[in-house]
């Protein structure tokens, strides 16, 4: 899938058993992981960062997708080394390359954490409609308090998520194709663009639901 096309967390058909999950599972499971792998040992963050990508390849999605959806986590782990490494200069602390070593594999962990959560919530988009997400909040809600009280308002917040990857990928698209680059200029003209879109495409959505309640 070519760059002009892919949109980060968008819902990709297929006919594969993830895909087939009750999607309530899959809204269960996702924080369930996320939270015991922060709380457990790296190896099994590790373990389940392979077996995530195992799964992924096998649902067709491409290496330049697995990229993209963790790529922000790889920019987020690279500033983070970069600041650790300016402050060990600045504080003369450089020669300690034993604190140096220990604080890149406390950053290590965190990283491969952190791509863990974003594998999940990939999966998890990229294998579920927005409706079923919606169906899947509605049955865990009814099957708690017997009522549909706050499934709306949680899948709309769920659907933002796809929706904003979206529009940035456009903006961006569209700030490229002007012969704008990829700089710190381009986020701070795309990001104001990015909160009015998403704002009014939430005031879209927000009187549509109000109109079908009436």
């Known amino acids: 899938m070519g760059n002009s096309t892919y949109s980060a967390f968008a819902y990709k058909a297929g006919s594969s058993w993830v895909h087939g999950c009750p999607p309530w599972?899959?809204?269960?499971?996702?924080?369930?992981?996320?939270?015991?792998?922060?709380?457990l040992p790296v190896w099994v963050g590790i373990t389940c960062v392979v077996l995530?990508?195992?799964?992924?390849?096998?649902?067709?999605?491409?290496?330049?997708?697995?990229?993209k959806d963790v790529s922000f986590v790889l920019y987020?782990?690279?500033l983070l080394i970069l600041v650790q490494a300016l402050a060990f200069l600045f504080e003369g602390n450089i020669e300690n390359w034993r604190v140096w070593l220990i604080s890149q594999k406390e950053t290590g962990a965190l990283l491969i954490k952190l791509v863990c959560v974003m594998q999940s919530v990939s999966i998890m988009f990229k294998t579920s409609t927005s409706l079923e997400l919606r169906e899947g909040i509605g049955t865990i809600e009814s099957k708690l308090t017997g009522k549909y009280t706050f499934t709306d308002s949680?899948?709309?917040?769920?659907?933002?998520i796809p929706m904003i990857a979206k529009n940035w990928q456009q903006a961006q698209r569209a700030w490229i194709?002007?012969?704008?680059?990829?700089?710190i200029p381009m986020v701070k003209t795309l990001l104001p663009v990015l909160f009015f879109v998403g704002m009014k495409s939430a005031y879209n959505k927000a009187r549509a639901v109000a109109i079908r309640k009436s």
Not at 52 to 67: D, N, R, T
Not at 154 to 160: H, Q
């Open 52 to 67: 995530q990508f195992l799964l992924a390849l096998s649902l067709k999605f491409s290496l330049q997708e697995l990229y």
């Open 76 to 78: 987020y782990g690279f």
């Open 177 to 183: 194709a002007r012969g704008g680059k990829k700089n």
């Open 154 to 160: 949680i899948s709309m917040f769920i659907s933002f």
């Open 25 to 39: 599972i899959k809204i269960l499971m996702v924080p369930t992981l996320n939270i015991a792998v922060f709380l």
